[in-house]
């Protein structure tokens, strides 16, 4: 199984939900738009300056030679100039003020000549007609889709609604995400650590990502190597969560029952996938007292959790939610470290982007790649995506990166 195939499976398999709730703007950062939001005025309102300057008619510049206006008013942004504008005449103007009816054109304060309270000259050929206007509509026009329904609401976006007079926007509501990990050796935070014992780290990490995509996180905590008690723990998570998370027990170690009690709650994929780190993934659905709920079955590793969050829960879990797909962008940069990579699968690196004494951005590896060091990832600021097909990459060459600062 290649990961793009994966993802196919997982993308063709997942139902968006369908619940929304009505919020004030501001509290929708972040947040899956349920329905387009269609503007039901033009913004802006009216054509206006773009410049502090006159408002004057583009007929009295045509013929490109210096003129001598005369000035009839003023008018400031929130006002409208209630007079007209004869042939020869101009309006001292704000920026955002409306435009007089009979003028088309801006010409700003700093271009002009000799301006008094009477009059101003407007030189030759330092504007032409139409120049400095803001048309009526050019923003949002009345009757058209302002926001599509599916949109990850960005800071700008709110702003955008605001901009159309809405207090409050229709979103789909926060996906429920439980999680937990499995393995005896697990202990965590605020135990004693016994020989042979490590802390759990993947749940922690979990709840960043979960909580930085805007789920409701439910912590179900570390399970040990046993059966009743996994098969209370993904029941306890199916009838209360959208989807499940659980970390470890998918590989072939013999003291993991984890795989089993996945199967006999529901349809479940054990894949193993052409890429590293991450190579055990399960996917399907369970379910438990006529509830269910999407499981993703994650390997113990903890920098394979992150990788393999990254490739097949984050856009699952968005599209579950209702987003628009938008994958995440790559960036061909150039590494400046030689990278060792087997063909016939997809690796995985984690990287530092930084800018050379140039100013040019390059990638160079954290160092010890492998999936057990975490430290790798916290020192990097993304990761290096090395292609299926793709050998040894030589210092110089370009390579994919996907960037972690702006991963919601
Ligand atoms: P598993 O996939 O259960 O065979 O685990 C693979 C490796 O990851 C083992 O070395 C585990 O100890 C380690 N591991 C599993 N779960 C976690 C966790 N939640 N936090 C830190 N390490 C883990
Ligand atoms: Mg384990």
């Not at 007929?59 to 929130?78: E, F, N, T, Y």
């Not at 101003?120 to 048309?135: K, S």
């Not at 993934?281 to 113990?300: C, K, N, Q």
């Not at 292609?387 to 972690?404: K, M, Q, W, Y």
Request: hydrophobic content about 40%; glycine content about 12%; aromatic content about 4%.
């Amino acid at each position: 199984m290649t990961v793009a195939q994966a993802q196919r499976v997982i993308g063709d398999f997942i139902v968006p939900i369908s619940a929304a709730e009505q919020l004030p703007i501001r509290s929708a950062l972040g947040r899956v738009l349920a329905h387009d939001i269609v503007s039901h005025i033009d913004v802006p309102a009216h054509d206006n300056s773009a410049m502090d300057g006159y408002a004057l008619r583009g007929a009295d510049i045509a013929d490109g030679r210096q003129v001598r206006l005369s000035v009839v008013g003023a008018v400031h942004a929130g006002q409208r100039f209630a007079g007209t504008v004869a042939p020869g005449q101009c309006v001292r103007i704000m920026t955002g003020a409306p435009m007089p009816d009979e003028c088309d054109t801006v010409i700003p304060q700093e271009l002009t000549i000799d301006g008094d309270a009477q009059g101003v000259t407007i030189p030759a050929g330092r504007v032409r007609a139409g120049d400095n206007r803001r048309l009526r509509g050019e923003d949002l026009a009345q009757d058209s889709v302002a926001l599509a329904r599916g949109k990850l609401l960005r800071p700008a976006d709110i702003g955008l609604l605001a901009s159309l007079g809405k207090a409050e926007v229709t979103v789909q509501r926060r996906l429920r995400v439980a999680f937990f990990s499995t393995g005896d050796e697990l202990r965590s935070v605020g135990e004693t650590l016994e020989p042979g014992c490590v802390y759990d780290s993947n749940r922690y990490t979990l709840h960043g990502m979960l909580t930085r995509l805007g789920c409701d996180v439910l912590d179900l905590g570390v399970v040990g190597d046993d059966p009743a008690a996994l098969e209370a723990a993904f029941r306890t998570a199916c009838e209360q969560a959208d989807a499940v998370i659980t970390s470890g027990g998918v590989s072939v170690g013999a003291a993991d029952y984890t795989k089993q009690i996945m199967a006999s709650l529901g349809e479940m994929l054990f894949w193993k996938i052409g890429m590293r780190p991450g190579r055990p993934l399960a996917f399907g659905r369970i379910a438990s007292h006529g509830r269910d709920a999407y499981l993703f079955g994650l390997p113990g590793n903890p920098v394979a959790v992150t990788v393999s969050f990254y490739c097949f829960v984050r856009d699952a879990l968005l599209r579950l939610a209702g987003a628009e797909a938008s994958p995440l962008p790559r960036l061909r940069v150039s590494t400046t470290t030689a990278i060792r990579k087997k063909p016939g699968r997809s690796e995985y690196q984690r990287g530092i982007l930084a800018p050379d004494q140039q100013g040019v951005w390059n990638v160079r590896l954290t160092g010890t790649q492998g999936s057990g060091i975490l430290r790798s990832m916290s020192d990097a600021n993304c990761i290096i995506e090395l292609e299926h097909e793709r050998g040894d990459v030589a210092a110089g060459e370009l390579v994919s990166v996907v960037v972690f600062d702006g991963l919601v």
